[in-house]
């Protein structure tokens, strides 16, 4: 039966409220619990859930919404004193936090120290209106949060370059500021190579496959995935790649995407082209077919990062792809690949390599949920909207990830499983030991079958992560896993397994016409890359902490929304608020 219990005007964001649900689901006599905001699409996902409730029509988005599925009545009056708790913790936790809290733009703007960055991870739906609302105010933005518009994005994105800001994101998961991480960022040494990503776990590979060759980031520039679609046209990576031209600290530039609208991408080719400094690109799924004198375009993100290491040392560019040691006898049944993936770039470097290595032999199905999909292989990004809606992310919550480990035992076809493990600012404080004991049970249960599984992990981090790269390797490593040094060498070694092969592409250097282009940057773009930000966190309290750990200065704004959540009110608000001056 099910149960609704409605707490109103009590604001918490949104990773609070589902790690919560998690923990309140494993009571015993519980089926389900689900813990959201009231807002219009939360009841949505409630209903989709199975949770949908005549008492649940009655919240407001400032509610906080608990529904309870359960056939002991009584336990109810437990999850709500579980609740009440949790929430009184996490007052708590505000009310000692390191330096002080606003409420309101007007505050948060008196609290700061010269600010000139905001950090936005409140809902989707209202994102864009704070994100104008820090451009207004004259800050650069990182955008963590999803669900914006296209349309929002690109007037953002043309307003801040008029003004001579950044926008980073929207849906953006990484970024490096001199040496401080925002959001889901590994702890980098600082170094002479200069990143500007659309992706986020394709920039935490780069970086700290570099760092743990010995070199350093000096910034690692977030865009958003959409920032090289047709109709944003590249607006941030335009922007950041001449920011990192001018900064005479970059020594070489690297470029990483998946492959942009072709518009679009020969706009980015041009622009590097004007550039002397030495530039390493890789647009993940176009398999590079040539090479230039100044641009070394790479195939995978260990590639790109290995590649920028040797051009920072001086070196001629050398790339020889690696795979693992691997003792397993397969049977002859037993053909497939299947890849549990948290970060979504990493699943699509994947995903390319199994199409590359038997695209004469494969046919692949279509499916929305899965990055590729054949009768033999899978494999599965899931960070995907598809497995996210009311559940905290895959770097955060192990749940699914264990669930799919679980069910691929019983596939006889199965023949190598792999996961990757991104630890850092944002994730999972240890997800090893999380990962570990269900990797040892299918393990078990694969030789009370009679017969062998390749488990294969790879952990994306630095010695410098709070999680501890090498602890985390050894946890995998003693529950029967295989360590694989990057997602490059652990999707080769897969293939390799079941009997094929990725080549390397061989190309030869060629040389292009350009257009000469305006390379001049604001001044606030150099002065914001070029010492630590001052921050103003809206949303994830978490993302502070990450920011004050780094040495810098951070307000923490307790975002909620104005006008009960009414989205027409809020605008017409926000207007009103800067056409006359003020500060809500």
Same mark, same amino acid.
């Given at each position: 039966?099910?149960?609704?219990?409605?707490?109103e005007?009590?604001?918490?964001?949104?990773?609070?409220?589902?790690?919560?649900?998690?923990?309140?689901?494993?009571?015993?006599?519980?089926s389900?619990?689900?813990?959201m905001m009231?807002?219009?699409?939360?009841?949505?996902?409630?209903?989709?859930?199975?949770?949908?409730?005549?008492?649940?029509?009655?919240?407001?988005?400032?509610?906080?919404v608990?529904?309870?599925?359960?056939?002991?009545?009584?336990?109810?009056?437990?999850?709500?004193?579980? #609740?009440?708790i949790?929430?009184? +913790?996490e007052?708590d936790?505000?009310?000692t936090?390191?330096?002080?809290?606003?409420?309101?733009?007007?505050?948060?703007?008196?609290?700061?120290?010269?600010?000139?960055?905001?950090?936005?991870?409140?809902?989707?739906?209202?994102?864009?209106?704070?994100?104008?609302?820090?451009?207004?105010?004259?800050?650069?933005?990182?955008?963590?949060?999803d669900?914006?518009?296209?349309?929002?994005?690109?007037?953002?994105?043309?307003?801040?370059?008029?003004?001579?800001?950044l926008v980073?994101?929207?849906d953006?998961?990484?970024?490096l500021?001199?040496?401080?991480?925002l959001?889901?960022?590994?702890?980098?040494?600082?170094?002479d190579?200069?990143?500007?990503?659309?992706?986020?776990?394709?920039?935490?590979? %780069?970086?700290?496959? /570099?760092?743990?060759?010995?070199?350093?980031?000096t910034?690692?520039?977030?865009t958003?995935?959409?920032?090289?679609?047709?109709?944003?046209?590249?607006?941030?990576?335009?922007?950041?790649?001449?920011?990192?031209?001018?900064?005479?600290k970059?020594?070489? /530039?690297?470029v990483?995407?998946?492959?942009?609208?072709?518009?679009?991408?020969?706009?980015?080719?041009?622009?590097?082209?004007?550039?002397?400094?030495?530039?390493?690109?890789?647009?993940?799924?176009?398999?590079?077919?040539?090479?230039?004198?100044?641009?070394?375009?790479?195939?995978?993100?260990?590639?790109a990062?290995?590649?920028?290491?040797?051009?920072?040392?001086?070196?001629?560019?050398?790339?020889?792809?690696?795979?693992?040691? #691997?003792?397993?006898?397969?049977?002859?049944l037993?053909?497939g690949?299947?890849?549990?993936?948290?970060?979504?770039?990493?699943a699509?470097?994947?995903?390319?390599?199994?199409?590359?290595?038997?695209?004469?032999?494969?046919?692949?199905?279509?499916?929305?949920?899965?990055?590729?999909k054949?009768?033999?292989?899978?494999?599965?990004?899931?960070?995907?909207?598809?497995?996210?809606?009311?559940?905290p992310?895959?770097?955060?919550?192990?749940?699914?990830?264990?669930e799919?480990?679980?069910?691929?035992?019983?596939?006889?076809?199965t023949?190598?499983?792999?996961?990757?493990?991104?630890?850092?600012?944002?994730?999972?404080?240890?997800?090893?030991?999380?990962?570990?004991?269900?990797?040892?049970?299918?393990?078990?249960?694969?030789?009370?079958?009679?017969?062998?599984?390749?488990?294969?992990?790879?952990v994306?981090?630095?010695?410098?992560?709070?999680?501890?790269?090498?602890?985390?390797?050894?946890?995998?490593?003693?529950?029967?896993?295989?360590?694989?040094?990057?997602?490059?060498?652990?999707?080769?070694?897969?293939?390799?397994?079941?009997? +094929?092969?990725?080549?390397?592409?061989?190309?030869?250097?060629?040389?292009?016409?350009?257009?000469?282009?305006?390379?001049?940057?604001d001044?606030? %773009?150099?002065?914001? /890359?070029?010492?630590?930000?001052?921050?103003?966190?809206? +949303?994830?309290?978490?993302?502070t902490?990450?920011?004050?750990n780094?040495?810098?200065e951070?307000?923490?704004?307790?975002?909620?929304?104005?006008? +009960?959540?009414?989205?027409?009110?809020m605008?017409?608000?926000?207007?009103?608020?800067?056409?006359?001056?003020?500060?809500?």
């Amino acid at each position: 039966m099910l149960y609704t219990i409605i707490k109103e005007n009590t604001y918490k964001d949104s990773i609070v409220l589902m790690l919560l649900s998690n923990k309140l689901s494993a009571i015993d006599g519980v089926s389900k619990v689900s813990i959201m905001m009231g807002t219009p699409a939360n009841k949505d996902i409630f209903k989709s859930s199975g949770l949908g409730t005549d008492e649940l029509e009655k919240a407001k988005p400032n509610d906080i919404v608990i529904v309870v599925d359960t056939d002991q009545e009584q336990k109810v009056d437990e999850v709500k004193e579980e #609740v009440e708790i949790a929430l009184k +913790g996490e007052s708590d936790s505000q009310n000692t936090s390191k330096g002080q809290e606003a409420h309101n733009w007007k505050r948060a703007m008196e609290l700061a120290n010269n600010p000139n960055l905001a950090l936005i991870s409140i809902p989707g739906q209202y994102a864009a209106m704070e994100a104008e609302n820090a451009l207004n105010e004259g800050l650069h933005v990182f955008m963590f949060s999803d669900n914006v518009s296209k349309e929002d994005e690109v007037k953002l994105k043309q307003k801040a370059h008029e003004k001579g800001l950044l926008v980073m994101g929207p849906d953006c998961g990484t970024a490096l500021i001199h040496g401080v991480p925002l959001a889901f960022t590994n702890n980098v040494n600082e170094g002479d190579i200069g990143i500007v990503g659309a992706s986020g776990t394709g920039i935490q590979e %780069v970086t700290t496959i /570099i760092d743990r060759y010995g070199k350093g980031v000096t910034n690692a520039l977030g865009t958003g995935g959409r920032d090289l679609s047709t109709e944003v046209g590249a607006i941030t990576m335009l922007d950041s790649i001449k920011a990192l031209n001018q900064d005479p600290k970059v020594k070489v /530039i690297t470029v990483i995407s998946k492959p942009p609208a072709e518009e679009v991408q020969r706009k980015v080719l041009n622009l590097l082209r004007n550039i002397d400094k030495p530039v390493v690109t890789l647009f993940l799924g176009d398999k590079p077919s040539y090479q230039e004198e100044n641009i070394y375009h790479a195939y995978t993100l260990e590639e790109a990062a290995v590649v920028a290491v040797q051009l920072s040392n001086g070196d001629k560019p050398n790339f020889e792809p690696t795979t693992a040691d #691997v003792n397993v006898v397969l049977k002859e049944l037993q053909v497939g690949i299947k890849g549990y993936y948290s970060g979504g770039t990493l699943a699509s470097e994947a995903a390319m390599l199994v199409r590359d290595a038997f695209k004469d032999t494969m046919t692949e199905e279509k499916s929305d949920s899965y990055v590729l999909k054949t009768n033999t292989h899978e494999i599965i990004d899931l960070g995907d909207d598809v497995y996210t809606k009311g559940k905290p992310h895959p770097m955060i919550d192990p749940e699914k990830r264990i669930e799919m480990l679980e069910k691929s035992v019983n596939d006889p076809e199965t023949a190598v499983i792999m996961i990757d493990n991104v630890i850092g600012n944002g994730g999972h404080e240890d997800m090893a030991s999380e990962l570990a004991p269900a990797i040892k049970r299918i393990l078990d249960s694969a030789r009370q079958d009679g017969r062998q599984l390749a488990v294969l992990a790879t952990v994306v981090g630095t010695a410098q992560d709070i999680q501890g790269y090498e602890k985390q390797m050894e946890i995998l490593k003693e529950s029967g896993a295989i360590i694989c040094k990057t997602n490059d060498q652990m999707v080769r070694t897969a293939i390799q397994l079941i009997g +094929g092969k990725v080549e390397q592409p061989i190309v030869d250097v060629q040389k292009f016409d350009y257009t000469k282009e305006n390379l001049a940057v604001d001044d606030k %773009v150099m002065s914001f /890359i070029n010492m630590k930000p001052s921050v103003i966190n809206i +949303g994830l309290k978490s993302f502070t902490e990450a920011v004050q750990n780094s040495g810098s200065e951070c307000v923490q704004f307790n975002w909620r929304p104005i006008a +009960g959540g009414d989205e027409k009110l809020m605008k017409v608000l926000q207007f009103l608020n800067y056409y006359e001056g003020g500060t809500i």
